[in-house]
């Protein structure tokens, strides 16, 4: 009979939605490769942009996660920042031989500012703000800000044949602490750190094969990065 409110407690415990807790190898590199793009219509203010992303937790095959993404995007008369409304659709993989997935919808708000420092630093500031339906959990926000710096080497812009240097880092803070069922989450989500090498193909066209090391509130692994990005 002691063992009966165990057991009760047990149970109960089982039906509290949880999102993937599987034993992570940090030791163990992962990769992503990923395509970005982004067009506008005519000689408009407005666009789109997207990407799609397949991340492993190792090199190849055990996902990690598929986000698949886009916006809409607008850009003022004689200015350079660039405002976009999105939505992302992203399925996150439990780390090993497992093969149970979390789904979720996310909507975003993003404003991208480009800056050249000096002849040839070309530097990008991204906030952005995200409204995140995780399977299992409230409804939950979370702000991000990135930098980025592509410094090309052997010409003074990232035109057709420009070799360059891609480094970035990523903050992510977490809008609310509650995600439902007395489940509590840091402040703190994550933070990126990047570097690469990138190749430009065309004008329009550049590919790079970098680096990454994400820290989040419990993990800290690596990324490699093998990442398209198109303007059309």
């Not at 982004?38 to 799609?52: K, R």
């Not at 979370?142 to 003074?156: E, G, T």
């Not at 970035?168 to 570097?195: A, H, K, P, Q």
């Amino acid at each position: 009979m002691k063992q009966l409110p165990i057991l009760f407690a047990l149970s109960c415990m089982s039906l509290i939605p949880t999102t993937l807790s599987s034993q992570v190898d940090e030791s163990q590199t992962g990769a992503w490769y990923m395509y970005f793009w982004n067009t506008t219509f005519g000689e408009s203010n407005f666009g789109l942009q997207g990407d799609i992303q397949y991340r492993n937790w190792d090199l190849g095959g055990d996902l990690e996660q598929l986000l698949l993404r886009g916006g809409l995007t607008y850009q003022p008369n004689n200015s350079s920042i660039k405002f976009t409304l999105g939505y992302g659709n992203i399925t996150t993989g439990e780390f090993g031989d497992g093969t149970a997935t979390v789904a979720e919808s996310r909507i975003y708000q993003e404003a991208l500012l480009p800056q050249k420092v000096g002849s040839r630093f070309y530097l990008t500031h991204r906030f952005r703000f995200e409204q995140r339906w995780v399977e299992g959990q409230d409804t939950r926000t979370r702000w991000r800000y990135a930098i980025f710096l592509n410094v090309p080497f052997n010409k003074s812009t990232l035109e057709k044949g420009a070799v360059y240097l891609a480094l970035y880092n990523e903050l992510f803070i977490n809008g609310g602490r509650n995600i439902g069922d007395g489940r509590m989450v840091e402040v703190f989500d994550r933070n990126r750190t990047y570097g690469a090498l990138g190749y430009s193909l065309a004008d329009n066209f550049r590919t790079q094969l970098g680096y990454m090391q994400q820290t989040t509130d419990n993990i800290s692994k690596g990324q490699l990065q093998l990442s398209l990005h198109h303007s059309f």
